[in-house]
């Protein structure tokens, strides 16, 4: 009896050490699954903030392809009024060039037709004075002529040498002081169209 005794304390000893070896095993498999847990849940919650995260980039993305595509299309429609606005404005560019060309061809006209009426005219005519005052007459209609297209002759003879509206062919020695860097002569005139000058005045220079 004392050995059965014996034997069965034994047993009830390895029941405990079995116990106590299993129970921080288990502890151990209840902490690592709540960690996982844990882990899960925060892994769901960062996929789920990445997911919108992406979601606005991607609305972002569309946006700003929506408002390239309307950018492009103001810009082709500015550029083609720009490219429409040029052609037409060198057009009239042209036609305001070529009708003011046109006018004063036309008032050029009367002129010529006053040279060849004096042309015939001196055939017959013996009187040297009359010629003269005939040519001098038509000389003075096309000098009124150019005054009304605002081209003027630029006064140059006395005048002090300017290099704006005058140039110097030559220089010549002058006796008095007071027309050293003067014009003393004109060999060419020179005109103006309203402010600018379209042909300098060709002159002499005292020095």
């Known amino acids: ?113 006053d040279f060849e009426r004096a042309i015939a005219a001196n055939e017959k005519v013996e009187d040297i004075k009359a010629i003269k005052d005939g040519f001098v007459l038509i000389y003075n209609k ?9 081209v003027e002759e630029i006064q140059a003879k006395g005048e002090a040498f300017n290099t704006d509206f005058h140039e110097a062919v030559t220089h010549f020695p002058t006796e008095k002081e007071e027309d050293k860097g003067k014009v003393i002569d004109v060999t060419e005139k020179g005109y103006k169209l309203k402010d600018k000058v379209i042909r300098y005045a060709k002159v002499v220079v005292g020095q």
């Open 1 to 113: 009896m004392e050995n059965e005794e014996k034997v069965d304390q034994q047993e009830e000893v390895k029941e405990m050490d079995v116990t106590a070896e299993n129970t921080p095993q288990t502890d151990n498999l209840t902490a690592e699954t709540d960690t996982n847990t844990r882990k899960n849940g925060l892994f769901s919650k960062k996929n789920h903030k990445d997911k919108n995260k992406i979601q606005e980039l991607e609305a972002e993305i569309e946006k700003l392809k929506a408002e390239k595509a309307e950018l492009n299309d103001r810009f082709l429609r500015l550029y083609s009024e720009f490219d429409n606005y040029k052609k037409r404005a060198n057009k009239e560019k042209l036609d305001i060039l070529s009708t003011a060309s046109e006018k004063v061809i036309v008032n050029l006209l009367p002129v010529i037709d």
């Open 142 to 150: 096309l000098i009124q002529l150019l005054k009304r297209f605002d």
